[in-house]
């Protein structure tokens, strides 16, 4: 099974993806994870993609494809794929159109993450994640169970990302508007988008998407 995690910053893409890699043995692609490695390993990417990511507009088709396309290679065609954060625009959609058929995989659901934008800052603001782990907290919504330890590794570091302010936020929020939310129709036209409630309680988003996944 192959599924596109679509909605703005914030949506819980991320968070989703996480749980359903747990769930169902698939691998998590997400574009901003990989492209967030490259500028910290300072490849050619990362340093093309440094400045754009800190102004919250979006890198380059080319750059992006190119990124899920070797990712792809490396994974047993057997292994479901969670895209987070990809394709973004037009262009995205049918590179990975191309991706997926030059591989024999064929994507079986869009799910929308349907949001409140004005919660979504409060959301990416309060944001952190464990610095050794990953494990994706927030200040009000999910705080660690003991305070300054990481529930999963029990890391003490945590760290914030240089985007999650609000003025970047705007500016992402602008970017799904005009270039992301554009593509869904590609995708009804399919039959393949299901929209699940994005400001439910997270439980509440894994059991609905999860019942989107078993109907088959
Ligand atoms: P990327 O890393 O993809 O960021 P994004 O799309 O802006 O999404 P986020 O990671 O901010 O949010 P999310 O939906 O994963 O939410 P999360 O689960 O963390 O991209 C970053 C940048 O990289 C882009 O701006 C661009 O420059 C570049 N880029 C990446 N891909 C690209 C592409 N394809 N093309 C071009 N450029 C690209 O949740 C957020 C918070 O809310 C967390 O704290 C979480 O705990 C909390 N939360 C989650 N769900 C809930 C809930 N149901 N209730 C309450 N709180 C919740």
Same mark, same amino acid.
């Given at each position: 099974?192959?599924?596109?995690?679509?909605?703005?910053?914030?949506?819980?893409?991320?968070?989703?993806?996480?749980?359903?890699?747990?769930?169902?043995?698939?691998?998590?692609?997400?574009?901003?994870?990989?492209?967030?490695?490259?500028?910290?390993?300072?490849?050619?990417?990362?340093?093309?993609?440094?400045?754009?990511?800190?102004?919250?507009?979006?890198?380059?088709?080319?750059?992006?494809?190119?990124?899920?396309?070797?990712?792809?290679?490396?994974?047993?065609?057997?292994?479901?794929?969670?895209?987070?954060?990809?394709?973004?625009?037009?262009?995205?959609?049918?590179?990975?159109?191309?991706?997926?058929?030059?591989?024999?995989? /064929?994507?079986?659901?869009?799910?929308?993450?349907?949001?409140?934008?004005?919660?979504?800052? /409060? =959301?990416?603001?309060?944001?952190?994640?464990?610095?050794?782990?990953?494990?994706?907290?927030?200040?009000?919504?999910?705080?660690?169970?003991?305070?300054?330890?990481?529930?999963?590794?029990?890391?003490? /570091?945590?760290?914030? =990302?240089?985007?999650?302010?609000?003025?970047?936020? =705007?500016? =992402?929020?602008?970017?799904?508007?005009?270039?992301?939310?554009?593509?869904?129709?590609?995708?009804?036209?399919?039959?393949?988008?299901?929209?699940?409630?994005?400001?439910?309680?997270?439980?509440?988003?894994?059991?609905?998407?999860?019942?989107?996944?078993?109907?088959?």
């Amino acid at each position: 099974m192959n599924i596109i995690l679509l909605g703005p910053p914030g949506a819980g893409k991320g968070t989703q993806a996480g749980r359903l890699m747990d769930a169902y043995g698939m691998k998590q692609l997400s574009t901003g994870d990989m492209l967030r490695a490259a500028v910290k390993a300072q490849t050619p990417v990362g340093l093309q993609a440094k400045a754009v990511m800190e102004s919250g507009g979006l890198v380059s088709d080319e750059i992006v494809s190119g990124i899920i396309g070797e990712a792809l290679d490396a994974l047993p065609t057997a292994t479901g794929v969670i895209f987070d954060g990809y394709p973004r625009t037009e262009a995205q959609a049918h590179s990975l159109d191309a991706l997926l058929a030059e591989r024999d995989r /064929e994507l079986d659901h869009v799910i929308e993450l349907a949001v409140d934008e004005d919660a979504l800052v /409060e =959301r990416i603001t309060g944001r952190f994640t464990c610095a050794s782990c990953g494990e994706g907290y927030h200040d009000s919504f999910k705080k660690p169970l003991a305070e300054g330890e990481c529930d999963k590794c029990h890391g003490h /570091e945590f760290k914030r =990302r240089p985007d999650d302010n609000e003025e970047t936020v =705007r500016t =992402r929020m602008a970017e799904y508007r005009a270039k992301t939310a554009p593509i869904l129709p590609i995708y009804e036209a399919r039959g393949i988008v299901s929209r699940v409630d994005g400001m439910a309680d997270m439980n509440v988003v894994t059991q609905s998407i999860k019942a989107i996944l078993d109907e088959k």
